[in-house]
Every structure is written in C-alpha cells, then in structure tokens.
C-alpha cells in the first residue's frame, strides 16, 4: 500500500510538471506592434440581380408563414434571400464581370426598403484579382465594410449604393466603395 501511495505522488509530481511546462510553449515573446500604414481605395462597380426565370440570381430560402402583408410590400417581412449577383464595371448588361456578390438578405422590418444585409464581395480581375470585401449593415442605401482578405485585408469602410434601375425581374445598383486597409 504504502509503495503504490509513493508511485502515485511520484505519478502526480511528475504530470504536473509536465503542465507546467507545455503551458509555457503554447505562445511566443509578446513584441511590439508596428502598425503598416492605412491604404485608402475607392471602388466604383454596378451589381447586376436578376429576380426572375431560371438564371435568377436572388432567390428565397425561407420565409415567415405567419406574418402578415400589412406593409403593401410585393416581399412580407421576415423573407429571407440567398444572392450570387454578378458585379460589372458598367449598368449595361454586358458591360464587363470584375467579380460576384454572395450573401444573405434578410426583410428584417416592417418597411420594405430596409434590410439587414451580409455580402462577400469577390473580385476576379484586375489588381483586384483574389480579393474581397465584406458588407454587414442595415440597408438603406448605406452599407458597412466590416473586413477583407487579399490586397484589403482587415478592410474597414462604407459602400454608399444608388439605385440604378429597379423594375420587376432586375435591379442594377451603383456602389461607391471607399476602403481603409493595410
């Protein structure tokens, strides 16, 4: 008894060593912060959603089966959409693609003009190439930058959108990007 009583201090002493010493490995030497200098970009881009047929490009996921249609709004409050938008340099349809928007939007109030939104904006050409941004804000003509990677890692910022052309099977919106990144 008393042998297998010595072992397991022994057992004990040694593990906790060991703990004690893997807890100090886990990071490195906290070394100061050199900050790289802010980069300022502006974006200038039209997103181009098609709402209707089979090449749709904004569909609805889910929506609310016990609202009501109180707000006159074509979509009742609590529709949710799932978007995969082209994003193109131009308001022409054939202008050319730089890239795709892909998020959520969310009818989260009772007036049908605002939303509360989540987009990726991905580029695909240019300097741009590989990079994106990310959008989550309440929409009212207004969205917030909230990060990136590529060339706008850690992006920060504000997209101010201006409806080009709204009529039942498309919508095309002009973006005014401007980005603080490093």
Request: charged residues 15%.
């Amino acid at each position: 008894m008393r042998g297998t009583l010595m072992l397991t201090w022994i057992l004990i002493i040694c593990l906790s060593q060991v703990a004690a010493q893997s807890q100090r490995q886990y990071y490195s030497e906290t070394r100061p912060h050199i900050p790289k200098p802010i980069k300022v970009t502006n974006l200038h881009f039209f997103m181009h959603e098609n709402l209707g047929g089979t090449n749709a490009s904004a569909v609805i996921v889910a929506q609310s089966n016990i609202t009501s249609n109180d707000n006159n709004s074509l979509v009742p409050f609590g529709t949710l959409f799932a978007v995969d938008d082209p994003l193109r340099i131009g308001p022409e349809p054939d202008s050319e693609v730089i890239g795709n928007a892909q998020g959520l939007l969310l009818l989260a109030g009772t007036n049908p003009r605002t939303s509360t939104t989540y987009f990726d904006f991905g580029f695909t050409t240019g300097k741009c190439n590989g990079s994106s941004i990310s959008m989550f804000s309440r929409t009212d003509l207004e969205l917030a930058v909230v990060g990136g990677r590529g060339r706008f890692r850690m992006a920060t910022g504000f997209a101010l959108l201006n409806p080009y052309l709204i009529n039942a099977t498309t919508v095309i919106m002009e973006f005014d990007v401007t980005l603080f990144h490093h």
